[in-house]
């Protein structure tokens, strides 16, 4: 006997292959769902590492700006602590010029001083020899004066006798 497509053989055979049919579609509806879902997953990912990556330029720019103005700034120390160093070696050598001077200063002054002292001193003696002589010529003057006084008189004794 042949086969007739209409017997419980082909009935299985039909409602397998439906069967086979749906499970496919199923499974491909599965894998299509799957597959979105990885896509989801795949562009959320990647936006992640987008925002990750635009984050981590970001980061690594500013990184970079403060690793250029530290060294910018280690310049600037740099060339302060030189001019600090100048400044403080010119103020030394000033001060030691200015303790030099204030030493000339005081030997002028004790100098001045001295031949204020000297000068002060000489003053005073030629001024004591200066009123010594005067008393001296004073007193030689009023002998004088008291010798013509005694001559006037005696001169004018004799002539009022003559």
């Not at 749906?22 to 879902?37: P, W």
Request: include cysteine.
């Amino acid at each position: 006997m042949g086969r007739s497509s209409s017997g419980p053989c082909f009935q299985e055979l039909t409602d397998a292959a439906a069967q086979y049919q749906q499970l496919q579609q199923q499974h491909a509806l599965s894998l299509e769902s799957a597959l979105s879902e990885k896509d989801r997953q795949l562009a959320e990912g990647q936006a992640m590492f987008d925002q990750l990556k635009a984050d981590f330029k970001y980061n690594l720019k500013l990184l970079q700006d403060r690793d250029d103005e530290l060294q910018a700034n280690d310049a600037t120390i740099a060339r302060l602590s030189d001019d600090v160093s100048r400044l403080l070696a010119t103020s030394s050598e000033v001060s030691v010029r200015l303790k030099k001077a204030e030493e000339r200063a005081m030997a002028m002054e004790e100098e001045r001083a001295t031949r204020e002292h000297n000068l002060i001193a000489r003053i005073e003696r030629e001024r004591a020899d200066r009123d010594r002589v005067t008393r001296e010529r004073e007193s030689q003057w009023a002998e004088e004066r008291r010798e013509m006084e005694t001559e006037k008189k005696s001169l004018q004794k004799s002539l009022q006798v003559s």
